[in-house]
């Protein structure tokens, strides 16, 4: 099972290429999953997803037996609890900038006292039909955490957060942060530093690396920091990308 495995391949440090989707739309996880890639990231941070819509992608994502993470708009207990019984492999949270931080959502994302609220009745649990022992482990091999590293508070305390039982990854976001320390782009050596410090953090926690980038390309360059994990872009830059390039091909054609 790709779902069920997705956790192990990506702390085994397998390259693992994925997308996040920005159109809240059950489709377009259909035919992202007809692509090769190996997993989908569902953005409800910036993207409109409400639960409604979540639900939906959630679901085709678990039929077909593609992993779909979730980027929640904010860690509360809330936004986890919903994401995780609706079907998501695992979450990426932004703003993990603390220790205390990454334990609160390291135990929102887990069952145990204060942790998950358990429910037998949802999608992930298949919907009643299968057993409390069996779904704790589930949950234990399956469920992915993923604190996201976009302020320099982050980076300096990454070896602390990635020391954290039930992290289980570190993203980098390579935008926010290069705002945080002020600059303009994302070429900056500040960043190019807090990319090498974060990933020396994740290697020695054994914990898996990440990050946004917008190509092959830049994932190539990137994967010298320890990098294994990859978003690349997005539908939309994809579809912008597409459409650009047929609609200069037509032009050019000379009547």
């Given at each position: 099972?790709?779902?069920?495995g997705?956790?192990q391949?990506m702390?085994?440090?397998?390259?693992?290429?994925?997308?996040?989707?920005?159109t809240p739309?059950?489709?377009?996880?259909?035919?992202?999953?007809?692509s090769?890639l190996?997993f989908?990231?569902?953005?409800?941070?910036?993207?409109?997803?409400?639960?409604?819509?979540?639900?939906?992608?959630?679901?085709?994502?678990?039929?077909?037996?593609?992993?779909?993470?979730?980027?929640v708009?904010?860690?509360?207990?809330?936004?986890?609890?919903?994401?995780l019984?609706?079907?998501a492999?695992?979450?990426?949270?932004?703003?993990v900038?603390s220790?205390?931080?990454?334990?609160?959502?390291a135990?929102a994302?887990?069952?145990?006292?204060?942790?998950?609220?358990?429910?037998?009745?949802?999608?992930?649990?298949?919907y009643?039909?299968?057993?409390?022992?069996?779904?704790?482990?589930?949950?234990?091999d399956?469920?992915?955490?993923?604190?996201?590293?976009?302020?320099p508070e982050?980076?300096?305390?990454?070896?602390?957060?990635?020391?954290?039982?039930?992290?289980?990854?570190l993203?980098?976001?390579?935008?926010?942060?290069?705002?945080?320390?002020?600059?303009?782009?994302?070429?900056?050596?500040?960043?190019?530093?807090?990319?090498?410090?974060?990933g020396?953090?994740a290697?020695a926690?054994?914990?898996?690396?990440?990050?946004?980038v917008?190509?092959?390309?830049?994932?190539?360059?990137?994967?010298?920091?320890?990098?294994?994990?990859f978003?690349?872009?997005s539908?939309?830059?994809?579809v912008l990308?597409?459409?650009?390039?047929?609609?200069?091909g037509?032009?050019?054609?000379?009547?």
């Amino acid at each position: 099972m790709r779902t069920g495995g997705f956790r192990q391949r990506m702390l085994a440090g397998e390259i693992l290429a994925g997308t996040f989707l920005k159109t809240p739309a059950y489709e377009m996880v259909e035919v992202l999953a007809l692509s090769g890639l190996d997993f989908v990231c569902l953005d409800a941070e910036h993207a409109p997803f409400d639960r409604g819509r979540l639900d939906a992608c959630l679901a085709l994502a678990r039929a077909l037996d593609f992993p779909a993470l979730v980027r929640v708009g904010s860690g509360s207990a809330e936004n986890i609890l919903q994401a995780l019984d609706s079907g998501a492999v695992g979450l990426v949270v932004p703003h993990v900038f603390s220790v205390e931080r990454a334990e609160e959502i390291a135990r929102a994302a887990r069952f145990g006292h204060h942790g998950r609220g358990y429910a037998g009745s949802t999608r992930w649990a298949g919907y009643t039909a299968r057993k409390m022992p069996d779904l704790l482990t589930q949950s234990r091999d399956e469920t992915v955490v993923i604190a996201q590293i976009e302020e320099p508070e982050g980076v300096r305390s990454a070896a602390d957060i990635a020391a954290v039982t039930g992290i289980d990854g570190l993203f980098v976001g390579p935008a926010d942060l290069s705002v945080a320390y002020g600059k303009t782009d994302q070429g900056s050596e500040d960043l190019l530093t807090a990319l090498r410090d974060v990933g020396t953090a994740a290697q020695a926690a054994g914990k898996a690396y990440m990050s946004f980038v917008p190509d092959v390309a830049k994932a190539k360059e990137w994967a010298a920091y320890g990098m294994t994990t990859f978003f690349l872009a997005s539908e939309q830059s994809w579809v912008l990308a597409g459409a650009r390039g047929a609609a200069q091909g037509v032009h050019s054609i000379r009547g």
